[in-house]
């Protein structure tokens, strides 16, 4: 099946700092891509919606300018967390929809200290 | 509003069938999806059912549709101990591309 690749798998960084994330769709092109946010034992929460050479559409309650997104090819996503805090800490994972089945990437475990 | 249920937690014996239920709001989602993540890991999509369909068998795999009730079920034969992972149903959220996830089952296969 298609294949999405989240990179990095794991990040630790400091307050402050700002981290990307990268999500690239390896045998298909997807014009959309999810960006997810899941805490510990909890569900996926939908975090964007990643649009090829246009603006990202955001979910009520998370801030844009905190958690920029990029997605200026149709193969690559990116997601960068600015100015990052504790409370960022979190497993962030990607999506993209080929055809009718939605893939996700391995998912990114980010710790700020 | 959307809103997609499931059971928890579930515990089987190693070889027992597992059922994991969900229900789902929005009668018009042509699919719903079945994911499996195991620690630390991304989503793996298990198996899909269109919205005609009432029933999909893919190997160890049932998944059964009751539209009527938006009823879905995962039925996972012979379950073995690498089945043991967090079960989440989905559906795509109304007019968008975008899914909408269960809480998720954790499945638990013991000896």
């Known amino acids: 099946g298609a294949v999405v690749s989240q990179h990095p798998s794991r990040v630790i960084c400091k307050s402050g700092t700002s981290v990307k994330i990268e999500c690239r769709s390896l045998d298909f092109q997807a014009t959309t891509m999810f960006w997810y946010r899941q805490f510990p034992k909890q569900s996926l929460m939908l975090m964007a919606t990643s649009n090829e050479g246009s603006k990202a559409t955001y979910e009520q309650g998370v801030e844009k300018d905190k958690f920029l997104i990029n997605h200026a090819s149709l193969t690559l996503s990116t997601l960068t967390v600015t100015s990052a805090h504790p409370e960022d800490s979190s497993f962030y994972i990607c999506?993209?929809?080929?055809?009718?089945?939605?893939?996700f990437g391995q998912g990114t475990r980010l710790t700020v200290v | 509003g959307e809103d997609v249920e499931q059971s928890l937690f579930l515990s089987v014996r190693e070889g027992d069938s597992s059922v994991i239920n969900c229900t789902y709001t929005?009668?018009?989602?042509?699919?719903l999806y079945w994911y499996k993540q195991e620690p630390g890991a991304g989503l793996q999509l298990l198996t899909y059912i269109f919205s005609n369909m009432d029933m999909k068998q893919d190997q160890r795999l049932t998944v059964l549709l009751n539209k009527k009730d938006k009823h879905l079920s995962l039925r996972i034969a012979d379950t073995q101990t690498g089945d043991s992972a967090i079960y989440f149903c989905a559906e795509p959220l109304r007019g968008y591309n975008k899914l909408i996830f269960g809480a998720g089952t954790r499945l638990a296969v013991h000896p």
């Open positions: 929005d009668s018009s989602s042509t699919y």
């Open positions: 999506s993209a929809r080929a055809q009718v089945e939605a893939f």
